[in-house]
């Protein structure tokens, strides 16, 4: 199974831009990078995708490293509506061709005011 | 469109109970997913289902039956309930095999089983 890793929480402030990292050095030529948001007391939200190139969209932007072992999701300015867990997912195939979402721990991220 | 929608939003079960988690979409979408949430913890997959009359175990199935009789909906049963069972369930949903498509996700059943 392919796997991210991001840190485990990280704190911002509001205004201000904020990078959240993560890692997947497994990841194989055909994964999509997903990330997702959860926040408080409502299911995840999708936030962006992307296979090779940057990519951005009204919520964020994803940089996505050259040789695809990383990437980052960045918000360019934060609000406190901003403040959820963020999850970085890779896109696979299970059985019988269903895709897989497999979620992590995700970051914690805080907004202050 | 209303999405994926999940009904009930709170339950509370006593234990040996049993109850159906309901699931519906009106997006015609393919693939449906149970996922259940434990405190601070991230998802994890129960039951998927790639179409109406089929359905496979994902990473903790027991405890847990699904059937999928039409394309919209996807209800989780619990037959005996535990308090192993106290989670939040999330029932998600995704167009088809292409991998740049989004999942959408109900809003949740909060289940305590006392």
């Known amino acids: 199974d392919a796997k991210t890793t991001q840190p485990n929480s990280m704190e911002s402030n509001e205004e201000e831009p904020v990078h959240l990292p993560c890692n997947h050095s497994?990841?194989?030529?055909?994964?999509?990078i997903h990330w997702y948001r959860q926040l408080p007391s409502q299911g995840p939200e999708y936030v962006i995708h992307?296979?090779?190139?940057?990519v951005n969209n009204r919520m964020a932007s994803l940089a996505i490293a050259e040789d695809r072992k990383s990437s980052t999701l960045i918000l360019h300015r934060a609000t406190l509506r901003d403040a959820a867990v963020y999850y970085c997912?890779?896109?696979?195939?299970w059985g019988q061709g269903a895709q897989k979402l497999v979620f992590g721990q995700g970051t914690r991220l805080t907004i202050n005011p | 469109n209303a999405g994926v929608t999940q009904t009930p939003k709170f339950r509370i079960l006593k234990i040996g109970q049993s109850m159906t988690l309901q699931c519906t979409q009106d997006?015609?979408?393919?693939?449906m997913y149970w996922y259940r949430q434990d405190p601070g913890m991230g998802l994890k997959l129960i039951y998927y289902?790639?179409?109406?009359?089929?359905?496979d175990k994902g990473e903790v199935p027991n405890g847990y039956n699904v059937s999928r009789s039409t394309t919209e909906d996807f209800p989780l049963r619990l037959e005996l309930a535990a308090p192993s069972q106290t989670s939040v369930y999330f029932c998600?949903?995704?167009?088809?095999?292409?991998?740049?498509?989004?999942?959408?996700f109900g809003q949740g059943t909060r289940l305590t089983v006392v």
């Open positions: 992307g296979l090779t190139s940057n």
């Open positions: 997912i890779l896109r696979d195939v």
């Open positions: 998600a949903s995704i167009a088809g095999r292409e991998m740049n498509t989004e999942a959408f």
């Open positions: 997006m015609n979408h393919n693939y």
């Open positions: 497994t990841i194989s030529g055909t994964d999509y």
């Open positions: 289902s790639v179409g109406a009359g089929i359905t």
